[in-house]
């Protein structure tokens, strides 16, 4: 299993970005959920079975891709909600390629294929066309609340 490694990100003209606070230290291009049960704070999206964030609370009320990095719990952080992003990098070949918020680790990004039957699909979106630096990520979020099989 491998979490893409994020080192920058760019906004596509359709791309849907909010601001609020942070529940926690918060990395550039984690996958995170809005707790609304936590004082509707920005965390980082765990998806594993038995984790404290289970899907049916993790991106039902909100889940998207951190704009910036936050080092201390109640700054402001920006997320990507929906529309598409050029993030440097997720692997290259990755056009049509589904991600999901991984269960490795809390904030992780996994390619769907790297799902195991302890993760609860919570999908951030698919892989686009690829260019010299970065690679088209079409933000497409769906929190099932489903275990994957």
Do not use: C
Request: net charge negative; aromatic share 6%; proline share 1%.
């Amino acid at each position: 299993m491998v979490a893409i490694t994020v080192t920058a990100i760019e906004l596509g003209s359709d791309a849907q970005v909010t601001t609020g606070q942070a529940g926690e230290t918060i990395g550039l291009g984690d996958a995170v959920y809005l707790d609304t049960t936590g004082g509707n704070k920005w965390k980082k999206a765990v998806i594993a079975t038995g984790s404290s964030a289970t899907a049916l609370t993790a991106g039902r009320d909100g889940i998207g891709i951190a704009l910036t990095a936050v080092t201390v719990a109640d700054r402001y952080v920006v997320v990507a909600t929906s529309g598409t992003l050029y993030i440097n990098t997720l692997g290259g070949s990755a056009d049509g390629e589904t991600f999901i918020a991984g269960g490795s680790a809390a904030g992780d990004i996994n390619p769907v294929g790297d799902a195991v039957a302890t993760w609860y699909k919570t999908t951030l979106g698919t892989g686009g066309a690829d260019t010299t630096s970065y690679d088209e990520f079409i933000m497409k979020t769906d929190a099932s609340g489903k275990v994957v099989a």
